[in-house]
């Protein structure tokens, strides 16, 4: 599809309703407001990408390489029988076409930056006078792209901070934490291109994730190489259809052909519920314990069915006490362990636990405080973090929007924004060009800048007439998000 197409239908003709010799319009990418308690920083991900795919890649084979009758014919054709026979035009299609290359800027601060709210991530604005109308054309595809990387990657960021906390007060292993987050969502997300972009972002945070072509994105896009340096793994695990056609008088032969035969070493994942949880606990792994310490690697029981608070810690109010203990303290009821210098229990390196399903950062949050509680590492147990946490938001959960606030008009410019009476404040825009400071580590905005102060301030070009001007890597956005903590509530 023509690239220009991938936008809301009202765009089509705002070339025309600017005013009269309009030559620039500048405009900025920015998160308004939270709609998660306690988060007020977001994490910047995701133009990258979007230069790369669309206005490099896309643009180029599906626009530029193609002749530019058969462009003018498709556009002409698409916006005549969606908006009626009217004065749209395609010339300004066949001067972009002439020209060759999108002429435009843009300017960001670095990705994987945690950027306050109301403070700009990057800010655009078009190099050619007659190509104005570029600027804004672009909202709808950078809106559809870009909200969902920033977004999952400011709440991979948060339950970064809860495992990382917990890891640092009671394991030995805190550097555990970058597989104690597994990424499971990709079923649940809204389509490919979503499963990827989300599980990218998830990625900045943590290295375990069942989402493989967002591997793959990250070598396209972000100069990750995966035989040089760890982008994202994980291990052998079974389904319920694999256990349930062993059938449940045959569960006992399925764990010990999986644990002896199938994977004799290495780490395997065992979903453990498909009938009986307690059973599998206190019955089945008991009698392959030997086999199971003696293997190099690790067996991961799973269960993914029931509260996963009171499935891995224990209910005390549970009818047995199996449900009383949970699966942690069976599990070192059974095969023991060594409690470390912090004091907490730390299972044998040859078992362990996974919980993939209905975890969210509050519930992760109480199963590492109810694990200490009792005595036992926050590291015993792995969390899938599954699309009800990545899906589950939108645009506006963040408040990301890209406005205009300033323009050039006969040569003069203008500061413009917006400030509805009937709004909050939510959508009060700034005013003018962008200068983005850096104060005590924390990005601020002084608005209603000069072209001189735009130029000194934090927001770097990264792409500018066809070319991009800075091609960072996963590495290097991944050691920015080391280097500074989402400021949660306490």
Request: glycine letters at 8%.
């Amino acid at each position: 599809m023509n690239p220009l197409l991938l936008t809301d239908g009202y765009k089509v003709d705002h070339r025309r309703q600017y005013p009269d010799n309009t030559t620039l319009v500048y405009s900025n990418w920015t998160p308004r407001k939270s709609r998660i308690e306690g988060v007020n920083e977001v994490v910047f991900f995701g133009l990258q990408y979007f230069i790369k795919k669309y206005i490099l890649d896309e643009f180029k084979t599906q626009f530029f390489d193609q002749p530019k009758e058969k462009v003018v014919a498709r556009y002409a054709r698409r916006i005549n029988t969606y908006l009626g026979e009217n004065q749209v035009g395609t010339k300004h299609i066949e001067d972009l076409h002439d020209l060759g290359y999108i002429p435009m800027v843009f300017k960001a601060l670095p990705e994987g930056s945690t950027v306050p709210l109301r403070v700009p991530m990057f800010t655009m604005y078009n190099t050619k006078p007659e190509f104005f109308w570029l600027t804004n054309y672009f909202e709808t595809l950078l809106s559809a792209v870009v909200w969902m990387p920033c977004t999952s990657a400011t709440i991979a960021k948060q339950y970064r901070v809860v495992l990382d906390k917990y890891a640092e007060e009671t394991s030995s292993l805190p550097e555990f934490v970058d597989w104690q987050g597994h990424d499971f969502s990709m079923r649940g997300m809204a389509g490919i291109e979503a499963a990827v972009i989300s599980g990218m972002g998830h990625l900045l945070n943590f290295t375990g994730t069942d989402t493989i072509p967002a591997i793959d994105a990250l070598e396209t896009y972000y100069n990750a190489n995966s035989e040089q340096e760890l982008i994202g793994g994980s291990v052998a695990a079974t389904e319920h259809s694999v256990m349930c056609m062993g059938t449940t008088e045959g569960e006992y032969e399925t764990f010990k052909r999986l644990i002896c035969d199938v994977y004799p070493k290495g780490i395997v994942s065992i979903v453990s519920d498909t009938w009986d949880l307690w059973k599998v606990l206190t019955d089945y792994l008991p009698r392959l314990k030997e086999e199971i310490i003696s293997r190099e690697g690790k067996v991961v029981v799973r269960p993914d069915s029931g509260d996963p608070v009171l499935i891995i810690c224990g209910n005390p109010d549970g009818k047995t006490e199996q449900e009383r203990k949970g699966v942690i303290e069976l599990l070192w009821d059974v095969f023991g362990g060594t409690v470390n210098a912090k004091g907490y229990k730390e299972l044998v390196p040859q078992i362990g636990a996974i919980y993939g399903d209905s975890i969210t950062v509050e519930r992760a949050t109480r199963i590492c405080q109810k694990l200490k509680e009792k005595g036992f590492a926050s590291t015993n147990v792995v969390l899938g973090i599954g699309s009800y946490t990545y899906q589950y938001n939108t645009r506006d959960t963040f408040g990301f929007a890209m406005k205009a606030t300033y323009g050039e008009v006969n040569g003069n410019g203008r500061e413009i924004f917006k400030d509805p009476i009937t709004d909050d404040g939510t959508k009060k825009s700034a005013k003018g060009l962008m200068k983005i400071e850096l104060n005590n580590g924390r990005y601020e905005l002084k608005d209603q800048a000069t072209w001189e102060e735009e130029q000194k301030g934090e927001l770097k070009e990264v792409f500018r007439d066809g070319k991009l001007l800075v091609d960072d890597s996963l590495a290097a956005i991944r050691e920015r998000m080391k280097e500074k903590q989402l400021n949660l509530a306490e």
